[in-house]
């Protein structure tokens, strides 16, 4: 079952990031992302992108610009997450045939993503959207938009956002911070998993 969760694995380093990434893995969630401010993150990137092959969609955070793209590419990467929308970004993305995400907060930076050619939407911070603005937003646009919650939403109101109209969520503190090691990753992981499989 491929579950509309990515983990957002910030600060991840490439010593620990197999043994983190599998513990995600077994849990269920098959999309991680690594985002680009952790150390060394091509090399955490390269080491799941050839681990998890057919797997897991594997990809990059905090994406900024298209030489950043590019190097997700070199890396192997299948997914682009971006914090902002960059028209350019998404049209790198797509043309290097990976899977574009980028953060949004208007309907205007909404539209722009949806026109450069996302896959989906990154509500971020979700929080600050709010569920009522989420679902003011979720009325102008196309039926068939994806779009995901991160910073804000999580395993405790998981149910509430999807009332609102979210299709899935960016998942990061809540299943890994600095210093966690993969046992307790895992206990996270499955903690989130059945929150948003008894939510949907």
Do not use: H
């Not at 970004?89 to 907060?105: H, N, Q, R, Y």
């Not at 995901?148 to 509430?160: E, T």
């Amino acid at each position: 079952m491929s579950r509309n969760l990515i983990g957002i694995l910030r600060g991840v380093a490439p010593d620990e990031v197999q043994g983190i990434a599998e513990a995600v893995f077994a849990a269920g969630i098959d999309r991680i992302e690594v985002p680009l401010n952790s150390p060394q993150p091509f090399d955490s990137i390269r080491i799941l992108a050839s681990n998890f092959r057919g797997r897991a969609l594997i990809g990059a955070g905090t994406v900024l610009s298209v030489q950043d793209v590019r190097g997700v590419v070199d890396a192997g990467g299948g997914l682009i997450v971006s914090p902002n929308c960059n028209p350019e970004v998404i049209k790198a993305t797509k043309a290097a045939g990976m899977e574009s995400w980028p953060g949004v907060m208007t309907p205007t930076e909404c539209f722009a993503a949806l026109q450069a050619g996302a896959d989906g939407l990154k509500f971020f911070p979700a929080g600050l959207v709010g569920v009522d603005g989420i679902k003011a937003m979720r009325a102008v646009l196309p039926p068939a938009c994806q779009i995901y919650a991160v910073g804000g939403a999580g395993p405790d109101n998981f149910a509430q956002w999807l009332v609102a109209g979210v299709n899935g969520f960016g998942i990061g503190s809540a299943l890994y911070k600095v210093g966690m090691t993969a046992d307790e990753v895992g206990e996270s992981a499955r903690a989130i998993v059945a929150a948003y499989d008894a939510a949907i």
